[in-house]
C-alpha cells in the first residue's frame, strides 16, 4: 500500500529555516518524480516544487526560487524540501505528492504531470 | 503560466442532485486535466485524471469531460460523502496550477 508521511513543521520566525520530510512506503521514489504543494488553511492549493525520477531535476514555484531545495534519499525512501529565509506568505499546511507516472532507468510513461497520492499535510507556521 | 478559472466557487444542492463543476484553462492543455475532491482536514484524493480517467475504486457517478481549455466534472447523483471541496489542476507543463475550488455544501 502506497503511504507518504510527512514531517519537521513548526511554529519559525521570519527568516528562519526548517526541513520537512516525507517518508515513503509501498513503493519507491527512484521510479516516480514527487512533488511538495502548499495549502493556506480554507485556501486553494499551489504547487511548490517537484524532482525528476533520478533525483537530479529540479523545479520551484517563482515564489520559493533560491530560497527552497527540494531532494530526497533513494537508500531512505525519504523526499525533502529544505526551507530557508522564510516568509510570514509561507505559511500552510505542506503536502507531498507522488506523480502517477512511472518511470525506469531510461523513460518514464505518463499521461501528464500529477500526484495520485498525497502525504497527510504538515503544518509550517511563519510568524514573529 | 497556465490559469485556472474554476466555477461556482460554491454550490449548494441536495441528495440526489446532479451537479456540474467547469474549469477553464488559459490555454489549451490537450486532455492534461486532473479532479481532486478534498474534504476538511484531509489531503486531496486524486478522483479524474487526463479529462476521462476515473480513478480505481472512485464511484462511477463521477465523470469528467472537456477538451481545449474548457473541462468539467459531473457527478451524477450526490451522495452525503459527496460534500467536499472540488479542485481542478493542469496537469500539461510547470508550474502545475490549481482552479480555486468549488465547495460543495449540502442544501
Known amino acids: 500500500e502506497v503511504e507518504l508521511v510527512e514531517s519537521g513543521g513548526d511554529l519559525v520566525q521570519p527568516g528562519g529555516s526548517l526541513r520537512l520530510s516525507c517518508a515513503a512506503s509501498g513503493f519507491t521514489v527512484t521510479n516516480h518524480w514527487m512533488y511538495w504543494f502548499r495549502q493556506v488553511p480554507g485556501k486553494g492549493l499551489v504547487w511548490v516544487s517537484r524532482?525528476?525520477?533520478?533525483?537530479?531535476?529540479?523545479g520551484y514555484a517563482d515564489s520559493v526560487k533560491g530560497r527552497y531545495t527540494i531532494s530526497r534519499d533513494s537508500a531512505q525512501n525519504t523526499l525533502y524540501l529544505q526551507m530557508n529565509g522564510l516568509r510570514v506568505e509561507d505559511t500552510g499546511v505542506y503536502y507531498c505528492?507522488?506523480?502517477?507516472?512511472?518511470?525506469?532507468?531510461?523513460?518514464?510513461?505518463?499521461?501528464?504531470?500529477?500526484?495520485?497520492?498525497w502525504g497527510q499535510g504538515t503544518l509550517v507556521t511563519v510568524s514573529p | 503560466d497556465i490559469q485556472m478559472t474554476q466555477s461556482p466557487s460554491s454550490v449548494s444542492a441536495s441528495v440526489g442532485d446532479r451537479v456540474t463543476i467547469t474549469c477553464r484553462a488559459s490555454r489549451d492543455i490537450n486532455f492534461s486535466l486532473a479532479w481532486y475532491q478534498q474534504k476538511p482536514g484531509k489531503a486531496p484524493k486524486l478522483l479524474i485524471s487526463?479529462?476521462?480517467n476515473l480513478q480505481n475504486g472512485v464511484p462511477p457517478r463521477f465523470s469528467g469531460s472537456g477538451s481545449g481549455t474548457d473541462y468539467s466534472l459531473t457527478i451524477s447523483s450526490l451522495q452525503p460523502e459527496d460534500f467536499a471541496t472540488y479542485y481542478c489542476q493542469q496537469a500539461f507543463t510547470f508550474p502545475l496550477t490549481f482552479g480555486g475550488g468549488t465547495n460543495l455544501e449540502i442544501k
Open positions: 524532482i525528476d525520477s533520478l533525483g537530479t531535476d529540479t
Open positions: 487526463t479529462t476521462f
Open positions: 505528492g507522488r506523480d502517477a507516472g512511472f518511470c525506469s532507468i531510461s523513460s518514464c510513461r505518463r499521461q501528464g504531470y500529477f500526484p495520485d497520492y
